[in-house]
């Protein structure tokens, strides 16, 4: 049987453009002389859809899509398609998350997911039905199994603090499934596909049955999603591997099916054992896990990191109907790199760089800006704010009489730069990339309405360390991030001879002990216990505390870690609770 992987890029409730890009999918697969044609979960609707399942109007569309796919859909090949339907098994949430199989205008099979995911940025149970009956179909002489994402992550996550009580993939293997189908929207961080890959190979070892994996491309919001659909045989080695960030149509032969385990895969057509992105099978069972120390990625890492964050830049700005980005250029490592993310995505004519230099501005920082927009070829403008600065010190003098300046002053300068690239925003439909790192995110070091002011947080799940690491990987292309942004060190420049480590720890120092509290929970004791002296940590997670509300009011951060800051870190901001305890 030839199975052709889909990895496509929906957009959420374009029901039209959606149907339109699986007819095309299956239309090519049918071509290739594919069987049957596996799309990602929640294909025709796109993933995550959120409150929109509420609306009776989104789900009546979805259910119209399907129709309509029923009927224009080529009638000589399979096609699975993830949508949302009405639950026919439970009472109560009258939805469920399915895959269907239409075949010559028919749905000749239906799958409901049975796992509904609650952890990090997953929602599902809030708005989904389990699957309550788990039936092999058959189909052409072979019997598919279908687990959708999570329903194949039963054995191993851990990060959500549970084992499921059911375990669809053994439900489906125990009836007699000759291969297991996995459509999935898993989104990406560092380490991800690895464990993917570790889950198929224990299915494949375990029960000697067949895993075609299949994941949705782009990125919706915050979440980016990967690709790397993968195919591992009834021994659990890997046979195939699709692109990683980009939208594809593969088909994988699979021929003698039945007797898998001693077919030699140097025969299988389509990409083989040549594997980007997979270095070998994690060793580890928690996801949240399978990066043990995310600040030390290696260049392949960074590589996907960049493919990743370009990846959210451009789906997000043509998802919400726009094609002009602009940012402000301070001459640090942060804004650098997110310009160079930016052209990455978009090209250099659709980014332009503002300087807006201030009485603090070193001439460095101007030089920096433009050498390094020289070497990204885009547009750059100066706008300087003193005196607009003079202006609101003129306005405030009577209230600040007999204060010493302070965090006032400098957070007008800050605000005054937002309101300027805000202003641009407007005038001109172009969308502001706010350039704060992780690092900053966490201990509040940035600007309410100034330098956290704009519509995407590009690098706001990358630490300071990792910002330094993706500047180097960027640079090894070509020469695109002066050698002296990289060397210098980092400054808001909002008083004079200002460095970040007046306020801050060095951010090795930092960065290790946010990971380690951030990602992995570990508590203030147990900080210390690993060798981090007590003073230090108390002020870190003393800043993380004070500063959620800030974190409540920023742009949505492009997530790129296990755990990012947005919908899958939820804190109250008005509580009690000590993160010192």
Not at 196 to 216: E, F
Not at 258 to 274: M, N, Q, V
Not at 308 to 325: C, E, N, P
Request: net charge negative; charged share 20%.
């Amino acid at each position: 049987m030839k199975f052709a992987l889909g990895q496509s890029n929906p957009r959420i409730g374009d029901f039209s453009a959606n149907s339109s890009a699986l007819i095309s999918l299956a239309q090519q697969a049918l071509k290739g002389g594919a069987d049957i044609l596996i799309t990602p979960e929640l294909s025709l609707c796109g993933y995550p859809p959120m409150d929109l399942l509420e609306q009776p109007a989104f789900v009546q569309q979805n259910i119209r899509a399907l129709r309509n796919l029923q009927k224009n859909l080529p009638r000589d090949i399979g096609v699975l398609v993830g949508s949302v339907d009405v639950s026919t098994e439970t009472a109560g949430k009258g939805l469920q998350n399915v895959m269907n199989l239409i075949y010559q205008g028919k749905i000749i099979h239906r799958q409901a997911k049975t796992l509904l995911p609650t952890y990090d940025v997953f929602d599902e149970a809030r708005y989904f039905a389990p699957a309550t009956t788990w039936n092999p179909v058959d189909f052409q002489g072979i019997r598919l199994g279908i687990a959708i994402c999570e329903d194949m992550w039963w054995e191993t996550e851990a990060s959500a603090g549970v084992r499921y009580g059911v375990d669809p993939v053994k439900n489906l293997i125990d009836q007699g499934t000759d291969v297991l189908i996995v459509p999935s929207a898993s989104p990406y961080y560092p380490g991800k596909p690895e464990t993917r890959l570790h889950l198929m190979q224990h299915i494949g070892r375990s029960n000697g049955v067949p895993v075609v994996y299949v994941n949705t491309v782009g990125a919706n919001d915050n979440l980016i999603f990967d690709g790397n659909s993968l195919v591992t045989d009834a021994r659990g080695s890997l046979i195939h591997q699709s692109p990683g960030f980009i939208s594809s149509l593969e088909v994988v032969d699979l021929p003698d099916l039945l007797d898998l385990p001693d077919f030699p895969a140097s025969k299988i057509t389509g990409s083989t054992a040549h594997t980007p992105g997979i270095s070998g099978p994690s060793t580890q069972e928690s996801p949240t896990k399978t990066v043990s120390n995310p600040i030390s990625l290696n260049s392949h890492e960074y590589r996907d990191i960049a493919d990743a964050l370009a990846l959210g830049i451009r789906d997000y700005l043509a998802k919400s109907g726009f094609s002009q980005v602009h940012l402000g250029l301070s001459g640090g490592i942060d804004s650098a790199v997110v310009a160079a993310l930016a052209v990455r995505a978009l090209g250099p004519d659709k980014v332009t760089g503002f300087m807006m230099p201030s009485q603090y501005s070193s001439p460095g920082s101007l030089s920096d800006s433009v050498e390094l927009a020289q070497n990204l070829g885009i547009r750059v403008e100066t706008l300087g704010i003193e005196p607009v600065y003079r202006s609101f010190e003129s306005v405030l003098a009577p209230q600040f009489a007999g204060r010493q300046p302070d965090l006032a002053e400098e957070n007008i300068q800050a605000r005054i730069r937002g309101t300027l690239l805000m202003a641009y925003s407007n005038k001109f439909g172009s969308l502001v990339l706010t350039t704060g790192n992780k690092s900053e995110l966490a201990v509040g070091y940035s600007t309410l309405y100034g330098d956290m002011a704009g519509s995407l947080a590009v690098i706001g799940d990358l630490f300071k360390t990792q910002v330094y690491a993706l500047a180097r990987y960027l640079n090894e292309s070509g020469p695109l991030i002066p050698q002296a942004i990289i060397d210098k060190a980092p400054s808001a420049e909002l008083r004079p001879d200002q460095k970040d480590q007046d306020s801050l720890p060095e951010y090795d120092l930092l960065d290790s002990i946010l990971e380690q509290y951030l990602l992995y929970q570990r508590t203030s004791g147990e900080l210390v216990a690993q060798g981090f002296d007590a003073q230090v940590v108390q002020k870190v997670l003393s800043l993380v505390a004070k500063s959620e509300y800030k974190r409540r009011q920023a742009p949505p951060v492009l997530k790129v870690s296990p755990r990012a800051f947005g919908t899958g870190r939820r804190i109250p901001i008005a509580r009690a609770f000590s993160e010192l305890g």
